[in-house]
């Protein structure tokens, strides 16, 4: 398949993706010594764009350090006006339904893309746009938050391809959308 | 630990226990030729009763069949106003706080409990009285449904003690709480 959506993303027993007041710290709660990137790395080979809404462009730029993606960045958002000057050359900022969105990235030759961000997998599981799940699971209950998954309007059934530990804590699985 | 209360529940991707009409069939939806059982023929060793709500006594009840529990089992309602006859040295109708309804049933000599049933593990959650989580997820985004998990008070941190595919479709993780 040339084309194909990817969600990868954490997410606590639970379900949450961020806590009540959108903690993140959860996230990084397990001892990585050596820098485990779970699979991040692989991803960022194998795709050949980012798509994320604006929370995720937002707290990516509220980030210590250099922006820290090597492909690019597609942000989608209805009230965004601008990108930041120095990041107009890695980003662009679309709108539009997810269908349209994703036709549009594909007409600029972008076929595999890494789908980032609640809002955005939410959306896009919606319209059915999902062709691959990679979830990561940390120990814990958080017990409210930000939720990965919200209703949707149809079953979709995955098959699994893979599920991994790491650091003797941390579960990911991969899925891949059977139609 | 002598005493101990153990979930052991299946959850669609998104959390999901049954669908938005009730549906259970996708439970049930990998062929599983060797009737492999996942780890509850060992549950069922290793616990002295099982703890559930009236829904699952009543869903229970439904199935076609023997009763099908060799455990003492515990129904937890106030609405249930008495247990069908042929079942009364079987099961026991109990209601109560959930810390008293545990402290009755160790008073009774069951120290390690199979808790059951959605809004049952809801409420164990809430008083924190779970100590292990045994969960299994089908390769399924349901998008709706009864959910497994609520809002609650606090997080809850919990450790991995081992993650097992099944049937190579069908992920089942276990977590030992951590206080």
Do not use: C
Not at 1 to 25: P, R
Not at 36 to 58: C, H, P, Q, R, S
Not at 73 to 89: N, Q
Not at 137 to 148: A, E, K, Q, R
């Amino acid at each position: 398949m040339k084309q194909k959506n990817i969600v990868f993303i954490a997410k606590s027993i639970d379900g949450f993706i961020a806590g009540k007041n959108g903690e993140l710290d959860w996230l990084h709660a397990i001892p990585n010594p050596e820098n485990n990137d779970m699979g991040y790395f692989n991803l960022m080979e194998e795709i050949d764009a980012i798509v994320m809404g604006k929370t995720t462009f937002e707290t990516v730029l509220g980030f210590d350090g250099d922006w820290p993606y090597s492909k690019p960045v597609f942000v989608l958002s209805h009230s965004l006006k601008e990108i930041p000057e120095g990041l107009k050359a890695k980003v662009t900022l679309l709108y539009g339904s997810e269908i349209e969105l994703v036709k549009k990235i594909h007409d600029l030759g972008y076929f595999k893309l890494y789908v980032d961000g609640g809002r955005v997998v939410q959306n896009f599981l919606k319209a059915d746009l999902i062709d691959e799940l990679r979830i990561t699971t940390m120990p814990i209950v958080l017990g409210g938050g930000f939720s990965l998954f919200d209703i949707l309007p149809n079953s979709l059934q995955f098959k699994h391809l893979k599920t991994e530990v790491f650091l003797e804590e941390v579960v990911q699985s991969h899925y891949e959308r059977v139609k």
